[in-house]
Structures are given as structure tokens and as C-alpha cells.
């Protein structure tokens, strides 16, 4: 099957340092790839995943896939010249199959290995917008991407005073947005759970994260 129009060269000499992991939010895969390659629609995403783990290259890697959308992480934009697009079939409000799972992992691996994208340059579409996206959503599984070495994930038992939660999660890669949308964005991948006030939990896993994986303690992420 043919692939997706919509995508253009990478700006700037740009090669991917992130993935880009998203729900379709639609009810099958089938209406999922119609949008993708739909040119009236000018979104796409270069993998498309199935529930059952098969995976559908849409955009040639080495291309510009539209995807992401407004947004940054690590203290830049223009995230769709960055990055490579993962599409999951999952419409937002479901468990993501262990089929599906493993076939994201293979897919991962490879597209690291390809790239030499780090583990922490694998984000979620929340995490590079969160004050527009939500997905992969609450019931997606980073902590066993973190166990195969195909993402992080916050060492347990630390905890921090509150107030260093800001600037630990800008120095992880969160944008320079307000805290209470950060927060929002850091508890749905790693602390889905969680409610109320930020609290010591929250800022010792982004102290954590932006410690291991930050620059300088507390610059940008490359």
C-alpha cells in the first residue's frame, strides 16, 4: 500500500535525536492510515503500530513527517525536523496490547540503532505539548520501555523539596511552561496514579530525571 504524501525535507541539515510515541485516538487501524495518507488532512507519522504488533512504515525515516505539531523539548522546536513519528492504534481510552507492545519494542530498537537516539530522546506527544495532547495517554507502558533500555525512568524512592520539581523538569526537557501544566504532563507518564498537590514524590523523580539526563543540573536537554 502506498504511503503517506504528507511529509517534506528535515529543516535545517536536521537528523532525528527523538522518538515520538502517539495514540490514533480513532477506531481501527484501517480509518487511522486513511487520515495519515489523507493529503487534505496534512498530518502523518512515518510508523503506524496495530493492535496485534505489525508495524506499517507510512514517511521514509530520513524525511519530515507531520506529526508532532507545535511544541518542543530539550529547549527547541520544531520537533517534526527531530524526530521520528510513532503512530499507535488505540483509541485513547484502552489498555495497549502485549502484542502491540512487543511490536513497538522491536520497531524501537531498530530505529535507535539506526539513529543512535538515546533512550531519553524517547518522548511521548504529552510530554513535547502538554497543553495540547494528552497520548499516549495513562495506560501506555514507559516504565517496561525503560526496562528493555527503549526509554527512562525516575530511580525509586526520591524525594525532594517541591520547588525543585520546575526547574529539574525543564532540565529533563519539558518546556518552559507553568508548573501546574508540567506537572500534569510529567504524573500521565510517570506518575498516572497521582492527584492532588505537587509534593516531594514529584520532585524527587524529576530531580532524578533531570540530574541523569539534564545539562549542567539545570539547563536544557540536548
Not at 13 to 40: K, Y
Not at 188 to 207: I, K, Q, S
Request: hydrophobic share 45%; glycine share 14%; proline share 7%.
Amino acid at each position: 500500500m502506498a504511503g503517506s504524501p504528507n511529509f517534506g525535507e528535515r529543516r535545517g541539515g536536521a537528523r532525528p535525536s527523538l522518538v515520538v510515541i502517539h495514540f490514533t485516538a480513532m477506531e481501527s487501524c484501517a480509518a487511522a492510515r486513511e487520515r495519515l495518507c489523507d493529503p487534505a488532512w496534512e498530518v502523518s507519522a512515518h510508523w503506524l503500530v496495530d493492535v496485534d504488533g505489525s508495524a506499517e512504515a507510512l514517511v521514509p525515516e530520513e524525511m519530515r513527517a507531520w506529526h508532532a505539531g507545535a511544541g518542543e523539548w530539550g529547549g527547541a522546536g520544531d520537533v517534526n525536523s527531530r524526530s521520528i513519528g510513532i503512530e499507535l492504534q488505540n483509541r485513547g481510552t484502552e489498555p495497549f496490547a502485549a502484542a502491540q507492545m512487543a511490536g513497538l519494542e522491536r520497531l524501537l530498537a531498530g530505529i535507535m540503532e539506526r539513529w543512535g537516539i538515546a533512550p531519553e530522546g524517547v518522548i511521548g506527544h504529552s510530554d513535547m505539548a502538554p497543553l495540547r495532547k494528552a497520548d499516549p495517554g495513562p495506560r501506555f507502558d514507559w516504565r517496561r520501555l525503560a526496562l528493555a533500555g527503549l526509554s527512562v525512568w525516575p530511580v525509586a524512592g526520591g524525594v525532594a523539596p517541591p520547588s525543585a520539581f520546575l526547574p529539574s523538569a525543564r532540565a529533563f526537557g519539558y518546556p518552559d511552561l507553568e508548573e501546574d501544566v508540567l506537572l500534569r504532563a510529567f504524573r500521565l507518564r510517570f506518575r498516572p496514579w497521582a492527584h492532588g498537590p505537587l509534593d516531594a514524590v514529584d520532585a524527587g523523580m524529576a530531580v532524578d530525571l533531570g540530574r541523569r539526563f539534564g545539562v549542567d543540573g539545570g539547563g536544557r536537554a540536548a
